[in-house]
Nanobody
């Protein structure tokens, strides 16, 4: 079982940037697909971004394309989400997730392990 811990959330003004980190422990995530999801109050958890095991392919939700960049660092056993040009509608708890079944990409049920989440609040 892999344990995921997110960090880097906070309060930022619209147009600002944040970099989220997700560090894994318990086992290496080098063979896992990794994802970022977010959940706003009263809404369902939604897909934000994913990266394949090698880091050669990334996928993004339409709402964040061109603003967010996901990356991974094998040596650190971690993944990151660089968020630029933040908007108030990006406000949510952001979760890191790991998947090694490779049955899907965009649904929370496609992922095996989850972090506890980190709050991102964007003020207008």
């Amino acid at each position: 079982q892999v344990t995921l811990v997110e960090s880097g959330g906070g309060l930022v003004q619209a147009g600002g940037s944040l970099r989220l980190s997700c560090v894994a422990s318990g086992r290496t995530i080098n063979t896992y697909r990794m994802g970022w999801f977010r959940q706003a109050p009263g809404k369902e958890r939604e897909f934000v971004a994913a990266i394949n095991w090698s880091g050669s392919k990334t996928d993004y939700a339409d709402s964040v394309k061109g603003r967010f960049t996901m990356s991974r660092d094998t040596a650190q056993n971690a993944v990151y989400l660089q968020m630029n040009s933040l908007k108030p509608e990006d406000t949510a708890v952001y979760y890191c997730a790991a998947d090694r079944r490779f049955v899907g990409l965009f649904s929370p049920s496609d992922y095996d392990s989850w972090g506890q989440g980190t709050q991102v609040t964007v003020s207008s």
